[in-house]
C-alpha cells in the first residue's frame, strides 16, 4: 500500500481564496483523521469520520472550515475564504476500526499551507 | 476521560547518552498506549504501542518504553542517542471513542 496520501505537498494561496485538501486514506481503513500542526498551538485534532461519517467535528476552528468524505478512498478539507492564520500543515491519518482494538494512525505527509 | 501529559517540551541529550522522554497519562480504562516520531518536515510515525501484552515494548530504531500502571507512565528510552534521532516525539492514549489523543510532544535534540 502507498500509505495515506496527500495533496498537494505545499500551497501558497492569497488571503479570501479558496483552498481545498485532499487525503486519500489506506485501503480498508474506517477511520479518517484530519489534524492541523502550528508552532504555537501543536497537534490539533479538526474533524474525524468513521465509516464516511463524520463523528467530531468540535475541532473545526469556525465555518470557513469544511470537510467532507464522500466514500471510503476520498476526504476533503476545504477553507473558504483563507485567512492567514490558517497557515499551518494539515494532516490526515487513518485507522483500522478501532473499539477496543489497539490500531494506531497511518499519517500522511502532511500539506503545508501559506496564505499571504 | 482519558489523556497524556508529556514532560518537558525540549529535551538535549548528547550524542551516545540515554534518551529519557516522560509521559504520563490519565484513562479510567486499561490504556492503549502509543509513542510517535516526526522528522522535519514529514508526519508522524508510530514507534511503538502498548495493547497490554507486555509491560515493556520495543519499537523501531533501539526504542522502547515501559508501562507502569502504578505511576501511570509511559516513558521512552533509549540506551544511547544518536544524531539522527533528533526529532520530535508524541506520546498518545486511545480515547472512547476510537480517536488517539496526543501530548503536546517533545523536540529531541542531539549534541555531538
Known amino acids: 500500500d502507498a500509505g495515506v496520501i496527500q495533496s498537494p505537498r505545499h500551497e501558497v494561496t492569497e488571503m479570501g481564496q479558496e483552498v481545498t485538501l485532499r487525503c486519500k486514506p489506506i485501503?480498508?481503513?474506517?477511520?479518517l483523521f484530519w489534524y492541523r500542526q502550528t508552532m504555537m498551538r501543536g497537534l490539533e485534532l479538526l474533524i474525524y469520520?468513521?465509516?464516511?461519517?463524520?463523528?467530531?467535528d468540535s475541532g473545526m476552528p469556525e465555518d470557513r472550515f469544511s470537510a467532507k468524505m464522500p466514500n471510503a478512498s476520498f476526504s476533503t478539507l476545504k477553507i473558504q475564504p483563507s485567512e492567514p492564520r490558517d497557515s499551518a500543515v494539515y494532516f490526515c491519518a487513518s485507522s483500522l476500526y478501532a473499539g477496543t482494538g489497539s490500531y494506531g494512525y497511518t499519517f500522511g505527509s502532511g500539506t503545508r499551507l501559506t496564505v499571504v | 476521560a482519558q489523556s497524556v501529559t508529556q514532560l518537558g517540551s525540549h529535551v538535549s541529550v548528547s550524542e551516545g547518552a540515554l534518551v529519557l522522554l516522560r509521559c504520563n497519562y490519565s484513562s479510567s480504562v486499561p490504556p492503549y498506549l502509543f509513542w510517535y516520531v516526526q522528522y522535519p518536515n514529514q508526519g508522524l510515525q508510530l514507534l511503538l504501542k502498548?495493547?497490554?501484552?507486555?509491560?515493556l515494548v520495543k519499537g523501531i530504531n533501539g526504542f522502547e518504553a515501559e508501562f507502569k500502571k502504578s505511576e501511570t507512565s509511559f516513558h521512552l528510552t533509549k540506551p544511547s542517542a544518536h544524531m539522527s534521532d533528533a526529532a520530535e516525539y508524541f506520546c498518545?492514549?486511545?480515547?472512547?471513542?476510537?480517536?488517539?489523543?496526543f501530548g503536546k510532544g517533545t523536540k529531541l535534540s542531539v549534541k555531538p
Open positions: 469520520f468513521n465509516n464516511n461519517v463524520p463523528i467530531d
Open positions: 485501503s480498508g481503513h474506517d477511520y
Open positions: 498518545a492514549v486511545k480515547g472512547s471513542q476510537g480517536n488517539l489523543i
Open positions: 502498548y495493547t497490554s501484552a507486555a509491560t
